[in-house]
């Protein structure tokens, strides 16, 4: 089993930054690619990064094909600390939502696609106030 854990979420002025946190414990190694989801209030959940690790064939960071997202966000790793992080600069009101945080056994390919992933976090909350 794998165990994700969001945190960073908070009420942030419009134009701000923030940094979002995904610690990864359990089956660490299992773990092929991660992505960060965002579901605002009344909407479907939509897809805004993922990354791919462990065998450099794979490895890789996506982004959603977003004018509204593009540029603004950045996923990376801390390997040291199981952390999965997504950086979020420029923030925009429509980027409040409960972001999260999920995680596949597999090297998806679709990584955009919601349901392969196998594990899910709880959400943070973001809130951006203009």
């Known amino acids: 089993q794998v165990q994700l854990v969001e945190s960073g979420g908070r009420v942030v002025q419009t134009g701000g930054s923030l940094t979002l946190s995904c610690a990864v414990s359990?089956?660490?190694?299992?773990?092929?690619?991660v992505g960060w989801f965002r579901q605002a209030s009344g909407t479907e959940r939509e897809y805004v990064a993922a990354l791919r690790e462990s065998d450099p064939k794979y490895a890789g960071t996506y982004y959603a094909d977003s004018d509204a997202m593009r540029g603004r966000f950045t996923i990376s790793r801390d390997a040291a600390k199981n952390t999965i992080t997504l950086r979020i600069k420029q923030v925009k009101p429509e980027d409040t939502a409960v972001y999260y945080c999920?995680?596949?056994?597999?090297?998806?390919?679709?990584?955009?696609?919601?349901?392969?992933?196998?594990?899910w976090g709880q959400g943070t909350q973001v809130t951006v106030s203009s």
């Open positions: 999920a995680a596949s056994d597999q090297y998806l390919i679709i990584v955009e696609d919601s349901a392969p992933y196998k594990y």
């Open positions: 359990g089956r660490t190694f299992s773990v092929k690619t």
